[in-house]
């Protein structure tokens, strides 16, 4: 809503957390929600070992109009002046250029992202993690369409491979996690424990590829490999930016283990949440989903200004 206001004191709060409990909010746009967790476990590493509450929230159907001496501006710059700043549309528009991603790629990435997500939907994947708000039980998917309904949508740029079914929705979200030291007595419960992480710098020019290089750079940190790693969650701003982040990496397109239940091109891409609601997935897919101990997972966003934030993840039991 706009300076001031602390969420995560407000939060905490509204919870019936005592007083004593503090909150800090912090910015990494895309990328927010999962930083927030992963400063929550440097904290932890630091040898602060209080259990944590952390995760994301956007609400982007509340935001105020804001403006500068009178004009107004959608959002603050992400770059300086002598630098890119492109917005994320016209950012993903160039990366889909500059890689040669095609308008069929795009769009058979958000058909498929959609399939998975109605799929999951309809088996009740979605009910453990979920908590009811104002009467919806459920996270509202994007709207099925066919092969040739999604051909049908215009190009948001003269000549371009954007369109509205290959790129996210602006949508509200929240998701939060516990973080606690190892040490903890789990009374047998299983859980994620945080193997490695990383968060880079990229051209600011083209942020869409800011995922990849965090993951490479996290996947490094533990000595691993992208084929070592059983599932991930990649945060799909748009379709060519997702299929940009898997090209880097060596992965399919249609590899089963990235985002099997959906993702943001299904569901919306609430920014400040979004990289929590990856590793809530995780928990999910890994945990739930009775992953034995040792499996690992990945969970990573793309940030504008050209940054790229990504965790590696093992299931303990």
């Known amino acids: 809503m706009g300076p001031g206001g602390n969420p995560a004191r407000v939060t905490a709060l509204a919870a019936g957390l005592d007083a004593s409990v503090p909150g800090m909010t912090l910015d990494r746009q895309c ?15 630091a040898g602060d070992a209080r259990l944590r509450l952390a995760g994301g929230v956007e609400s982007a159907s509340t935001a105020p109009v804001r403006s500068i001496d009178g004009q107004p501006y959608d959002r603050a710059p992400f770059a300086p002046a002598g630098f890119a700043d492109p917005d994320m549309t016209q950012a993903a528009e160039d990366l889909a250029s500059a890689m040669g991603i095609s308008r069929i790629r795009q769009d058979a990435a ?16 979605f009910e453990a993690e979920l ?71 990229c ?11 965090a993951i490479r750079t996290a996947l490094e940190y ?10 991930f969650e990649i945060v799909e701003a748009f379709a060519a930016q997702l299929l940009a982040v ?51 997972g990945v969970a990573a966003a793309s940030v504008g200004g050209g940054m790229g934030v990504a965790a590696v993840f093992e299931v303990v039991r």
């Not at 083209?206 to 990849?212: K, Q």
């Not at 691993?224 to 059983?230: E, G, K, N, R």
């Open 31 to 45: 990328g927010s929600g999962l930083a927030a967790i992963l400063d929550a476990v440097t904290a932890i590493r």
């Open 110 to 125: 958000a058909l498929r992202s959609r399939a998975r997500a109605f799929a999951a939907g309809n088996r009740g994947v």
């Open 131 to 201: 908590v009811p708000l104002g009467g919806l039980s459920r996270d509202e998917a994007a709207p099925a369409v066919s092969p040739a309904t999604i051909g049908r949508f215009a190009p948001l740029f003269p000549s371009g491979t954007l369109t509205a079914g290959n790129s996210c929705r602006i949508s509200d979200g929240a998701a939060l996690v516990a973080v606690a030291p190892s040490s903890l007595d789990r009374g047998g419960a299983a859980g994620l424990a945080v193997i490695s992480h990383a968060t880079v710098g």
């Open 203 to 213: 051209d600011p020019s083209l942020p869409g590829l800011g995922a990849a290089l």
């Open 222 to 231: 533990a000595d691993l490999t992208v084929a070592s790693i059983s599932a």
């Open 246 to 296: 898997l090209e880097v990496l060596g992965i399919d397109d249609d590899d089963p283990r990235v985002s099997s239940d959906g993702g943001a091109l299904a569901f919306g891409h609430p920014w400040g949440a979004s990289g929590a609601i990856s590793i809530v997935r995780l928990f999910s897919r890994l945990v739930r989903g009775g992953s034995p101990a040792g499996s690992l």
